[in-house]
């Protein structure tokens, strides 16, 4: 069945598939991309939240396929306490880590995809290879990582603890990542087009 067009002022019909910009000047709907800010802005927003009593927790990654292990650690992360700020590197840091062909969609649109989950306060896109000079600028209470890390072992560990801050281990077992489904879905797609 065949969605029937809403008509603009007028009675002209609009295309049945809606530009996100035409989405959003027609229709009142709730702009989670209004969470996607940048450094300045963030900085604003975490003096902001400070002052009306907040903790900030910092969470990051890729975040380049959402999968049930980022809900959980981003969750996870949330129930810390406070405000849940995630981090996502930008384009160029996802092929330096994971490699060519990577990342799977822009950093626009994996920040939108974060922004729109529950848990998540802000989100911010970084260039660096890590998280460290953004920890010096908003000076998160916690900074959450996945359990593919210990507290011993997060490289930002020393920045953090250096004004008092401290690190957290949240998340389930690292048992779900996008490098592992890729291979799966590249295994399963090549016997597919065979059988």
């Given at each position: 069945m065949r969605?029937?067009?809403p008509t603009?002022?007028?009675?002209?019909?609009?295309?049945?598939?809606?530009?996100r910009t035409r989405y959003h000047q027609n229709f009142t709907v709730k702009?989670?991309?209004?969470?996607?800010?940048?450094?300045?802005v963030?900085?604003?927003?975490?003096?902001?939240?400070?002052?009306?009593?907040?903790?900030?927790?910092?969470?990051?990654?890729?975040?380049?396929?959402?999968?049930?292990?980022?809900?959980?650690?981003?969750?996870?992360?949330?129930?810390?306490?406070?405000?849940l700020v995630v981090a996502i590197n930008a384009d160029d840091s996802v092929r330096q880590t994971k490699g060519d062909g990577r990342p799977l969609m822009p950093a626009e649109e994996r920040a939108e995809i974060i922004a729109?989950?529950?848990?998540?306060?802000?989100?911010?896109i970084f260039g660096e290879p890590d998280v460290r000079a953004l920890?010096?600028?908003?000076?998160?209470?916690?900074?959450?990582?996945?359990?593919d890390y210990t507290r011993e072992n997060v490289p930002e560990r020393d920045?953090?603890?250096?004004?008092?801050?401290?690190?957290?281990?949240v998340g389930d077992p690292k048992d779900h990542s996008t490098s592992d489904f890729?291979?799966?879905?590249?295994?399963?797609?090549g016997g597919r087009s065979q059988g």
């Open positions: 969605r029937r067009s603009r002022t007028g009675g002209e019909p609009q295309p049945a598939v809606l530009t702009d989670d991309t209004l969470k996607i800010l940048s450094r300045e963030l900085r604003e927003r975490v003096t902001e939240w400070r002052r009306a009593g907040e903790q900030i927790v910092l969470a990051n990654g890729c975040f380049d396929l959402l999968h049930v292990g980022h809900v959980r650690y981003l969750r996870e992360a949330k129930a810390l306490g406070g405000k729109s989950l529950a848990d998540v306060d802000a989100v911010v920890i010096r600028e908003i000076r998160p209470d916690v900074q959450a990582k996945g359990t920045e953090v603890l250096a004004y008092g801050g401290r690190v957290e281990i890729l291979v799966r879905l590249k295994s399963w797609s």
